[in-house]
């Protein structure tokens, strides 16, 4: 025979509580949680919080003083996308559980939240995988396209000087 309504009731009250309090153990996880990744060339690190915000940015060894602008920045973006793609695998990873949840227990795939709607391509952007990546190529092309420093204006170079000769 079928359960009493109060036994279906007393269930789903014990199920939502344990459901409420998996979800505060998520959130103060994610909100203590930090993810800090360095850039390929090792000139930048970079730290976010639970919500991918910069929350440190150094730039170590003093790299970043013969490096061009534009590879400096290539550096930081390359960091910073890696932090907070990491940061994104652990918010899905601690959340998607929960998101999974019925009150008969674990909901089918199709229930589940799309996680790629949310974070875009920033979880399969940076994930381990062979090939490049969009990132890797931008880099490639700045080590690729980098030019000599300009010499201050009212100075020229050796070679300038040659060519004016």
Do not use: C
């Not at 014990?14 to 309090?21: I, N, R």
């Not at 996880?29 to 390929?40: G, P």
């Not at 940061?87 to 227990?105: H, K």
């Not at 420093?149 to 004016?164: D, V």
Request: glycine share 6%.
């Amino acid at each position: 025979m079928s359960e009493s309504i109060d036994n279906r009731v007393a269930q789903a009250m014990a199920h939502l509580k344990a459901t409420e309090e998996a979800v505060a153990k998520a959130r103060g996880e994610l909100n203590a949680a930090s993810v800090t990744a360095h850039s390929a060339d090792r000139s930048v690190r970079v730290a976010v919080g639970a919500k991918g915000e910069l929350t440190s940015l150094e730039f170590l060894d003093g790299k970043y003083r013969s490096m061009a602008a534009s590879q400096l920045s290539a550096s930081v973006l390359e960091a910073a996308n890696a932090a907070r793609a990491a940061m994104a695998r652990r918010v899905v990873d601690t959340l998607d559980p929960l998101t999974r949840l019925t009150s008969r227990g674990t909901a089918p795939e199709r229930m589940g939240v799309d996680w790629g709607s949310i974070f875009g391509s920033l979880l399969s952007e940076t994930s381990v995988r062979k090939g490049p990546t969009a990132m890797s190529r931008l880099r490639d092309e700045i080590h690729e396209d980098e030019e000599e420093p300009a010499a201050p204006a009212g100075r020229s170079t050796e070679t300038e000087r040659q060519r004016s000769e």
